[in-house]
């Protein structure tokens, strides 16, 4: 008698991955390879070596396709989305450049939207940020942040901090449009994301654990900041994707720690790299961090990577990939 094996959750689904290249898209791509997707992902160039890691991931050679697109291209978004149920769009500029940031984020947000209207995929999952939802001067310290926050546009604009900015105005404009569109939209908003890189080049939330072992600072800001692993952040993608009663929004973190914690925690893993040991703020009171629910995604059955693990793992990845030198 022979036991039927179940097939895989991905099995026979087509689904497209935009920027897929990228920290967060590669490990999606994977993640999404494993599970029997086929993945069209989008590139700028699919024959660039920067893109090389994603054709030597499992399952890339049978079921991995590489299409050139541009978000403000719709034509070639219109080719990569073509023949997919669902499109999981992780393209975004990182810039605090205006120009660079909102435009591009905010139609190419519409183009994905649109084109996936058009082709009649079953679900969009959108990829935000906690800066949608974290920049609000007003907001009291006993505040639990969660999927009901929004950033004060007005002080975003104030501050000149474009990149968040245009992350809340391109989630706002891409729930609009879904909604237009009659298209089932669900938003992830991961907080700074850690964890091992499979791409060659450091993306710019890596650097942030970087700097802090290769000398480059010698204090740490009195700030604080909200983590999470780069593996839960694919799988909480894949989770709201698959799980058809998933709606609204889903707060991705695992903790908020002060920098000083962060930098106390690599110090007692790596204590063989100069790690600050003062606070470039001696006058103000420590800042407090602030409290965030990851609620709904647990409730889906995520389970987080403690942050100490994903700032371990960060770093051997670092080392491995040859951006940080192994000191003895």
């Given at each position: 008698m022979t036991i039927a094996s179940t097939p895989a959750p991905g099995e026979g689904q087509t689904v497209c991955v935009t920027g897929a290249g990228g920290f967060i898209a590669s490990w999606l791509v994977k993640l999404?390879?494993?599970r029997g997707y086929t993945v069209k992902g989008t590139v700028r160039n699919p024959e660039d070596?920067?893109?090389g890691h994603l054709k030597t991931l499992d399952g890339a050679a049978e079921r991995l396709i590489l299409c050139k697109a541009d978000l403000l291209d719709y034509d070639s978004l219109l080719a990569a989305i073509a023949g997919c149920h669902g499109v999981f769009h992780t393209a975004s500029p990182v810039t605090d450049d205006p120009e660079q940031m909102v435009e591009p984020a905010v139609k190419g947000t519409e183009n994905v939207i649109d084109a996936a209207a058009e082709v009649g995929v079953r679900r969009v999952v959108f990829t935000s940020s906690v800066?949608?939802?974290a920049m609000d001067p007003n907001r009291g310290p006993d505040v639990v942040v969660d999927e009901s926050c929004w950033s004060d546009l007005d002080f975003c604009k104030k501050t000149r901090n474009w990149y968040c900015y245009g992350k809340a105005v391109a989630e706002k404009a891409a729930c609009e449009r879904a909604k237009e569109k009659g298209l089932d939209l669900v938003v992830l908003i991961p907080v700074l994301v850690m964890g091992p890189v499979l791409q060659p080049t450091i993306?710019?939330?890596?650097?942030h654990?970087?700097?802090y072992l290769d000398g480059s600072v010698k204090t740490f800001t009195n700030a604080v900041q909200a983590y999470v692993d780069v593996r839960d952040v694919a799988m909480a993608h894949v989770l709201i994707y698959e799980t058809p009663t998933a709606s609204g929004r889903y707060l991705c973190a695992e903790s908020v720690l002060h920098r000083g914690d962060v930098v106390g925690i690599l110090a007692k893993l790596f204590p063989e790299y100069p790690l600050p040991n003062r606070c470039?703020?001696?006058v103000n009171p420590r800042k407090q961090p602030y409290k965030l629910s990851n609620k709904k995604?647990?409730?889906l059955g995520l389970q987080f990577i403690p942050a100490k693990q994903s700032f371990y793992e960060t770093v051997k990845s670092l080392q491995e990939k040859g951006h940080l030198p192994i000191v003895s």
């Open positions: 999404l390879l494993q070596p920067k893109n800066g949608a939802v993306n710019a939330s890596v650097v654990i970087l700097k470039s703020d001696e995604l647990k409730d």
